[in-house]
Antibody
């Protein structure tokens, strides 16, 4: 059974960097699929942050691209999110998820998200 | 503002059918057969219900079905049950530069 579990240090102060890790169990992160992050501000909808393949290939939401870094550690079977210069607007539940891989024209991209972590609430506050 | 447009709310009585629409553009919904739908109960993680417009993952009831016409995708739930009451989100691949976009979500109320 594939399971994803987010973890992080807790509250973050404005202007600091938010760091989260997603541990994957029951499936090798190197076996295919994209792995990504999606967030949900309180009372609002879902927003895709970005996704990564085990090779290190990444795709980011254009609106967050300048502040986001997603990395993968295949030896630990986990991937991570860093979001810099956070503000109160970055307060949200952050989910990690596995995504189907869609390939076209010689390139591959993340598509539907089939397995999700339980989510972790991150509050940005001074 | 979300990239894909969904109605804020829909409602139906037990046993009835409802349809939730998801309108995008030719750069996302209309351009690829990569629309997916998610069900989210309060305080829970989203659950994949439909992928590639109309495919159901293993374990998802056949009461849930998806379709697409032009730039609009639809999720239909037949034989409404109380447990179907949840928020529903559509999602689409949107090309190499944008990759993934979500709809704003629709709250389904089972009367």
């Amino acid at each position: 059974q594939v399971q994803l579990q987010e973890s992080g240090p807790g509250p973050v102060k404005p202007s600091e960097t938010l760091s989260l890790t997603c541990a994957v169990s029951g499936y090798s992160i190197s076996s295919g699929y994209y792995w990504g992050w999606i967030r949900q501000p309180p009372g609002k909808g879902l927003e895709w942050i970005g996704s990564i393949y085990h090779s290190g290939s990444t795709y980011y939401n254009p609106s967050l691209k300048s502040r986001v870094t997603i990395s993968v550690d295949t030896s630990k079977n986990q991937f991570s999110l860093k979001l810099s210069s956070v503000t109160a607007a970055d307060t949200a539940v952050y989910y990690c998820a596995r995504a189907f891989r869609y390939c076209t024209g010689g390139s591959c991209y993340p598509a539907a998200f089939d397995i999700w972590g339980q989510g972790t609430m991150v509050t940005v506050s001074s | 503002q979300s990239a894909l447009t969904q109605p804020a709310s829909v409602s139906g009585s037990p046993g009835q059918s409802i349809t939730i629409s998801c309108t995008g553009t030719s750069s996302d919904v209309g351009g690829y057969n990569l629309v997916s739908w998610y069900q989210q109960h309060p305080g829970k993680a989203p659950k994949l219900m439909i992928y590639e417009v109309s495919k159901r993952p293993s374990g998802v009831s056949n009461r849930f079905s998806g379709s697409k016409s032009g730039n609009t995708a639809s999720l239909t739930i037949s034989g409404l049950q109380a447990d179907d009451e949840a928020d529903y989100y559509c999602c689409s691949f949107a090309g190499s530069s944008t990759s993934v976009v979500f709809g704003g979500g629709t709250k389904l109320t089972v009367l």
